[in-house]
Nanobody, 126 residues
Framework: QVQLVESGGGLVQAGGSLKLSCAAS????????MGWFRQAPGKEREFVAA????????AYADSVKGRFTISRDNAKNTVYLQMNSLKPEDTAVYYC???????????????????WGQGTQVTVSS
């Protein structure tokens, strides 16, 4: 069983930055592929960023490419999402997720993830 706890959400003005954290339980965190997804009101959950289990490869949604960066610290069992140049359309609940399979590429589909956090709200004002 893996537990994921997100933190770092909040209210920020357009153009600002936030850094989300996701603390994971489990002694084999370094073998998990990790991802961030988001869900805005009235919309489906969508992929944001993913990090290969080895940390050697990343994937980003086109809408956040160049503005968001996913990273991990295996010593702290934590994955991060640095969000810069935030826009009002980035407003959503952000979820981190863990993929326990050692895939060949970062996982970008919801169905590929085994465990999810409870989410953290990010609100970007214009």
């Amino acid at each position: 069983q893996v537990q994921l706890v997100e933190s770092g959400g909040g209210l920020v003005q357009a153009g600002g930055s936030l850094k989300l954290s996701c603390a994971a339980s489990g002694r084999t965190f370094s073998t998990y592929g990790m991802g961030w997804f988001r869900q805005a009101p009235g919309k489906e959950r969508e992929f944001v960023a993913a990090l290969f289990w080895s940390g050697s490869s990343t994937a980003y949604a086109d809408s956040v490419k160049g503005r968001f960066t996913i990273s991990r610290d295996n010593a702290k069992n934590t994955v991060y999402l640095q969000m810069n140049s935030l826009k009002p359309e980035d407003t959503a609940v952000y979820y981190c997720a863990a993929d326990l399979r050692r895939r060949l590429v970062p996982s970008t589909r919801i169905s590929q993830y085994d465990y999810w956090g409870q989410g953290t709200q990010v609100t970007v004002s214009s």
